[in-house]
């Protein structure tokens, strides 16, 4: 099995930044993608940021010039860095690893917990 464990939540005020980090652990033979995602009650999980192994990274328009995301491959590890969050940027943030179990398996999706992040003042 794979699992994935958040970490970094934190309620902070507007402006305030902060890092939330996600490590990918268990049977994993290759991860081609990892991504972050953010709910609010009463509404979709929507994608936030997502970057592949070639290096390929795209961004919610809401979050463009604001977040970035990053990954230590070796570690199995991604990242994300909230720059000047706002009161709209509060949710629950969930990691998320597109991961492939051996050389001839197919990738299959995996969630984290989530980590809540409140921006308030």
């Known amino acids: 099995q794979v699992q994935l464990v958040e970490s970094g939540g934190a309620l902070v005020q507007p402006g305030e930044s902060l890092t939330l980090s996600c490590a990918a652990s268990?049977?994993?033979?290759?991860?081609?993608?990892m991504a972050w995602y953010r709910q609010v009650p009463g509404k979709k999980r929507e994608l936030v940021a997502a970057?592949?192994?070639?290096?390929?990274?795209i961004y919610a328009e809401a979050v463009k010039g604001r977040f970035t995301i990053s990954r230590e491959i070796a570690k199995n590890t991604v990242y994300l860095q909230l720059n000047s969050p706002e009161p709209e940027d509060t949710a629950v943030y969930y990691c998320?690893?597109?991961?492939?179990?051996?050389?001839?398996?197919?990738?299959?999706?995996?969630w984290g917990q989530g980590t809540q992040v409140t921006v308030s003042s």
């Open positions: 998320n690893a597109g991961v492939r179990q051996s050389l001839s398996g197919t990738a299959s999706d995996y």
């Open positions: 268990g049977s994993i033979f290759s991860i081609w993608r």
């Open positions: 970057q592949t192994n070639g290096g390929s990274i």
